[in-house]
């Protein structure tokens, strides 16, 4: 049994060498109950997400006493959990780009057979062959090409990430301090419309008005009333969301105030053109992922042409055949399909096509989408610009005015109340125009994924990228 033992010695070593450089790794069971009691427990980390914004845009100020836009940016890349998942999932392109590196396994037979001759030294044979793949040509390249544009795709996924959560936590920070304005500005016109209808009330009976002519004001009483109601909904509502984005209970945000200095202020820009536009399609994410996907589909395409050509592998062996050694060398060809893959390259370039028009298409949605809300962007401004150069001074100078006749005993409660309260519903018809104007402005920010104004125009869009610094 000379043949088997050697065959033994060269077998057993790699089973060992094999086994003995298993990775070992430990199963790791989730316990969704201890999730999400972590979730609905979990803190803001101030401490990070101050030392993050400090990385992000080290010459710009960092208020300690709220969160601004450039904080807020920093605890989404901190916290939220979605772009934790998307850090996760470029984690894994990586790997997989490292894996598409590696070769394929080679395959090890060992094989018997026993025959009952009486005429040989050894009624057995004994052998073992290995099954080495020849990795090379445009198979692993177009292999590696495509894990490899993985790993960009998915940075491209963390920045569009990164990006949407952030003008989410805009938008909804834009709802809590328009809301927070408009209570303020609600409460005061529901108290001077009762004021009013207080006075009139007193003419009524005194018999100087009909009791019906209150109906139209406590209408308005009802109105405002509602509008109070919705303007502290939408605070409430702005900080929910703001919680949500950043993956934390909106209870760890009680005592945190938002910073924005110049809210109330028009944002100035300049308009946009069309070399603006030329230049912001080329940078948006979604618009590189398409492109990443065409190259993809070309590395897909590039990987079948070169499956018209076999596939070559090498099988070194060793039988011990009844007292006789032999080394037996195979060479192993995987050939084509009977139409040379064809058909698969016919696939693989209609794909391609798909791919080519998934960026067409992408191009033409950003491009709308840019003009729109530029478009939306000129008339929100205008319509602020209006409000604030017309109805607001006049409803203002109107107040001052009936401050002055009132003190003249030139008015009644009744009309003077009137008049204020035409002032405080200008300028909550302000706020609903810069609101407006303001959500433009993120949407115009959006299309062109880039901020426009504020603490974040001094953040490196290579920051964005969602690497830890």
């Known amino acids: 049994m000379r043949g088997l033992r050697f065959l033994g010695l060269l077998v057993c070593p790699a089973l060992v060498v094999g086994l003995d450089g298993c990775v070992r790794v430990p199963p790791a069971p989730i316990d969704l109950p201890s999730r999400a009691a972590a979730r609905t427990d979990a803190p803001l980390d101030r401490a990070e997400v101050d030392r993050r914004a400090a990385l992000l845009a080290p010459d710009v100020p960092h208020p300690t006493d709220g969160l601004d836009r450039l904080a807020l940016l920093a605890a989404i890349m ?63 390249e177009g292999r590696i090409r495509g894990a490899e544009l993985g790993v960009v795709g998915a940075r491209y996924d963390l920045a569009e990430t990164v990006w949407s959560e952030r003008v989410a936590a805009q938008r909804a920070l834009i709802d809590v301090l328009a809301g927070e304005r408009q209570v303020a500005l609600g409460t005061a016109l ?52 703001i919680a949500g984005v950043l993956g934390v209970p909106v209870s760890a945000l009680d005592g945190i105030g938002f910073i924005w200095p110049d809210f109330d202020q028009s944002p100035m820009i300049a308009a946009v053109e069309r070399e603006d536009v030329r230049a912001a399609l080329p940078h948006r994410a979604d618009i590189l992922r398409t492109m990443v996907a065409y190259d993809q589909a070309e590395a897909a395409l590039q990987v079948e042409i070169a499956k018209q050509v076999p596939t070559v592998s090498l099988g070194p062996g060793y039988t011990w055949e009844r007292g006789l050694v032999k080394w037996p060398v195979n060479v192993n060809l995987q050939m084509p399909s009977f139409d040379f893959n064809r058909s698969a390259i016919a696939a693989a370039q209609a794909h391609r096509a798909t791919a080519g028009q998934a960026v067409e298409a992408a191009l033409a949605n950003a491009q709308a989408a840019i003009e729109t809300a530029a478009s939306e962007r000129r008339a929100a401004a205008l319509a ?12 203002r100078l109107a107040a001052d005015r009936a401050d002055d006749r009132l003190r003249l005993g030139a008015i009644g409660r009744a009309d003077w109340a009137a008049l204020k309260s035409g002032d405080i519903a200008a300028r909550l018809a302000a706020i609903d125009a810069l609101t407006r104007l303001r959500q433009a402005q993120i949407a115009l920010e ?11 125009t001094h953040v490196a869009a290579a920051t964005l990228w969602g690497n830890r610094p």
């Not at 009762?194 to 009976?205: C, F, G, L, P, V």
């Open 384 to 395: 602020y610009a209006r409000i604030m150069r017309e109805e607001v001074p006049q409803a």
């Open 446 to 456: 959006d299309s062109l994924r880039r901020p426009l104004d504020g603490p974040e």
């Open 78 to 140: 901190v916290q939220d959990p979605r772009v934790e998942a998307a850090r996760a999932a470029l984690e894994g392109a990586r790997r997989d780009a490292r894996l598409a590196h590696k070769a394929a396994s080679p395959t090890l037979t060992l094989s018997s057979e026993y025959a009952n001759d009486p005429t040989t030294s050894s009624p057995w044979l004994i052998g073992g062959a290995f099954d080495l793949p020849l990795d090379y040509g445009g198979r692993r």
């Open 190 to 241: 529901v108290g001077m419309i009762d004021r009013q209808i207080a006075a009139m009330d007193r003419r009524a009976a005194a018999g100087e008005i009909a009791p019906l002519d209150l109906a139209p004001v406590r209408a308005q009483r009802a109105a405002a009333a509602r509008a109070l109601d919705d303007a502290h909904a939408r605070v409430r509502g702005g900080r929910a969301a």
